[in-house]
């Protein structure tokens, strides 16, 4: 079969610009509405995306004075959305850092049964440090820690999810055997964070184990990709960085004996769609025009550890004062808006304009053929297996990508037209795993 690319709806309260609330085609009272949320899915269903995306954080931020940055817990989101839904897949943050391995391999099977085999879990460590404090901590643990006890996090999870074998589930009345208990297995996990004995309290699920995501594009973060990511979400500015970090990530799960093709490379794309050029950029421009100074200098205070005031908005980034020496120098983040910053030297404005659309994820302002000419290019040029579509407004942004975009992209043979599978796995086109503790396949099993 030929290539196709992979989209996602990677969804935002109102939208990603950080001014969507305000726009008058939103409607802000909806933000809790579940209703809202299963309507966007099925739309997005109906275009065959692969999957929905709920990102989520374990603290509040600190600019939700001026923004819609609250946080929706996932797990009971995206089940009231699985039963509204049938094919869409269904992928959630969950932290390793603020959370144990058992209580979340629980709560992913379970999405997983429930859903039919729809569920994706997006591994990060946490990079608010704010955090700490709301689970009885003194202060953030640093970076590689953080790395350290993911690492850990996910092999238990793993052994967690593969400890019931396929076929432990028997069900069978006549005989009386409802389990078959010599195919369940304790993981008996003793480590440096964290000891499980284990097995799972719920049986292997319709997937052997959901999707497993990764966000962060740090040197841990691309080696804990490369281990463990089937599916990778990141920021990238312009084709080269996207084409070295794709290239770079499937060149490290070779090296560790991986399939490269199974690890796919998802970059954030935030599209303002016009029928003309300049009718999308007006409607960045609208947008941007209701963003609230107070909100952005914030923002980039926690990005860059800048603190500057109005009156810097229209002069040029400060460089100097950037200092990415500590903790938050190791942020991917962190480095591709400097990196933006030293490319096209932006005032403080124009700066603050380009992160409202999408924090750091690239922005589109075009027609529906220059969105798809772009999205065609990173795909076809090594950039990208696919994309997280992040809508600056919602619903209508998303609408307008659905109609005018995906259509383009069909007729092109870069995308399908309807699923062919029923699980996040099979939309993505990956295998689904073995257990672990099961027998090896033996050559008459295979011929």
Not at 75 to 95: D, H, K, M, N, Q
Request: net charge negative; proline share 6%.
């Amino acid at each position: 079969m030929t290539r196709q690319l992979h989209l996602n709806l990677f969804v935002y309260p109102g939208g990603h610009h950080e001014a969507a609330w305000r726009h008058p085609g939103s409607d802000p009272s909806r933000v809790l509405d579940i209703r809202f949320y299963q309507d966007l899915a099925r739309r997005a269903e109906a275009a065959a995306f692969d999957a929905v995306f709920f990102a989520d954080g374990p603290s509040l931020a600190d600019n939700v004075r001026h923004a819609s940055r609250f946080r929706l817990e996932p797990f009971t989101w995206l089940s009231a959305i699985a039963a509204a839904t049938e094919r869409i897949g269904l992928i959630a943050t969950a932290s390793t850092t603020y959370t144990e391995p058992y209580n979340l391999a629980r709560l992913f099977a379970s999405l997983d049964h429930l859903s039919g085999g729809r569920a994706g879990w997006n591994i990060v460590t946490t990079g608010a440090p704010q955090a700490a404090q709301n689970f009885g901590l003194d202060e953030h643990p640093v970076h590689a820690e953080r790395y350290g006890r993911a690492r850990e996090f996910t092999d238990v999870v793993t052994r967690l999810w593969d400890s019931w074998e396929d076929g432990a589930l028997v069900a069978d009345q006549e005989s009386g055997v409802f389990a078959d208990t010599d195919k369940i297995h304790d993981i008996d996990h003793d480590g440096k964070h964290f000891r499980v004995r284990g097995p799972l309290n719920t049986p292997r699920t319709p997937q052997g184990r959901p999707v497993y995501v990764q966000a962060g594009s740090s040197e841990d973060g691309r080696d804990f990709a490369a281990t463990y990511a089937e599916a990778v979400f990141t920021a990238h500015q312009t084709l080269a960085s996207g084409q070295e970090f794709y290239a770079d990530i499937k060149k490290r799960a070779a090296a560790l004996g991986r399939d490269p093709r199974q690890v796919l490379v998802l970059p954030g794309i935030s599209p303002f769609i016009g029928s003309t050029e300049a009718e999308a950029q007006a409607l960045s421009d609208e947008l941007n025009a209701l963003t609230q100074p107070a909100y952005s200098l914030q923002l980039l205070r926690r990005l860059l550890g800048v603190d500057l005031d109005e009156a810097a908005l229209d002069g040029p980034v400060p460089l100097d004062l950037i200092d990415g020496s500590g903790e938050r120098g190791y942020g991917s983040r962190f480095q591709l808006i400097v990196d933006l910053v030293e490319r096209e030297r932006p005032t403080v404005r124009q700066l603050l304009h380009r992160l409202a659309g999408a924090r750091g994820h690239r922005v589109i302002a075009g027609t529906p053929v220059q969105v798809a000419d772009q999205l065609q290019e990173w795909f076809e040029q090594g950039a990208a297996d696919g994309f997280n579509v992040m809508p600056p407004h919602l619903p209508g942004g998303f609408d307008t990508f659905a109609d005018e975009v995906v259509p383009i992209l069909r007729e092109r043979g870069l995308f399908r037209a309807a699923y062919e599978g029923a699980t996040l796995r099979e939309h993505y086109g990956l295998p689904r795993p073995r257990s672990t503790y099961s027998a090896p396949v033996t050559q008459e099993e295979t011929a």
